[in-house]
């Protein structure tokens, strides 16, 4: 891990070996390079953000190459990073990363209100038949001393999701790792939330989560697959994002768009990335 600081700003980034034109290659990038969401630099403006990390990549002599992800699109900061480069990297955009946010704005009622006549049928009908089926959801917040039976109880649930089936869930690694490491940071912040859907006793489901000043983020859910019939995804979606607003957030990002997310969302955020090859 390379850090770079000065009085205005903060970048984060680590050196990997990754296969690029065929050869192992000394490769910067984020600490999170597997979905691209979060900017490797901390800074109160864009053009600050932008001046350090130009003066980053030039200072590292580790890699020509850098991945460079997590720009927000809408800032403008990505033309101001790509002008402060140009004169010392060529860059190679990479596709964007697009999240789905739904807005919490007027509390439960004005989410609904926003929905469609379908979208409050379908919830309705699967509130019904969760309950029929015997459905209880609970709230754990996470800290340092709950964090070790939650990791136990999402290892439960996930071994009989479709996910660890298809060898795609959070148990391979290295997402096991980057996982716990994630929910340790928020367990220490105090900003971790994860709601789980019980059934005889038994945990079937999960949903974590974390609050990062009024936005909160969805992490990873799970489910028995055994269970998909009777809604359980969209329980745990709907229970968080009730915990969601009474803990104040005004906008649930549930990550990487997908089409059942879609449904519960009505606006997106992006953010943009590059590769910069040092000339």
């Known amino acids: 891990m390379r850090a770079w600081t000065d009085d205005d700003a903060s970048v984060l980034l680590q050196v990997r070996m990754a296969a690029l034109a065929g050869a192992p290659t000394p490769l910067l990038c984020p600490l999170e ?6 900017s490797p630099v901390a800074a109160p403006s864009v053009e600050a953000a932008a001046a350090a990390l130009a003066a980053a990549l030039v200072e590292q002599r580790e890699a020509r190459v850098a991945l460079v992800l997590g720009i927000d699109r809408d800032s403008g900061a990505f033309d101001v990073t790509a002008m402060r480069l140009q004169a010392t990297h060529r860059l190679h955009p990479v596709p964007d990363a697009v999240r789905s946010v739904a807005s919490l704005d007027a509390g439960f009622d004005g989410y609904l209100s926003r929905r469609t006549r379908k979208f409050r049928a379908g919830l309705r009908r699967d509130i019904a038949v969760g309950d029929s089926a015997g ?8 800290t340092p001393d709950t964090l070790p039976e939650v990791l136990q109880r999402l290892e439960r649930v996930e071994r009989h999701s479709w996910k660890t089936r298809a060898e795609a869930g959070i148990l391979e690694e290295p997402m096991w790792t980057f996982v716990r490491g994630v929910l340790a940071r928020c367990a220490a912040l105090g900003i971790g939330a994860a709601v789980f859907a019980a059934r005889d ?6 949903l974590t989560g974390a609050l990062a000043e009024k936005r909160f983020r969805g992490l990873q859910m799970s489910f028995d697959d055994a269970l998909r019939s009777i809604g359980v995804g969209n329980l745990l979606q709907w229970a968080a994002l ?38």
Not at 135 to 142: D, N
Not at 263 to 275: Q, V
């Open 201 to 206: 006793g038994h945990d079937v489901g999960y």
């Open 135 to 142: 459905l209880r959801f609970q709230r754990v917040r996470l």
């Open 242 to 279: 009730q915990w969601a607003i009474e803990l104040g957030a005004d906008s649930y990002d549930l990550g990487s768009s997908m089409p059942y997310k879609a449904r519960w969302a009505e606006s997106s955020h992006t953010t943009a990335g590059f590769f910069a090859i040092a000339r």
């Open 33 to 38: 390079a597997l979905w691209g969401l979060a």
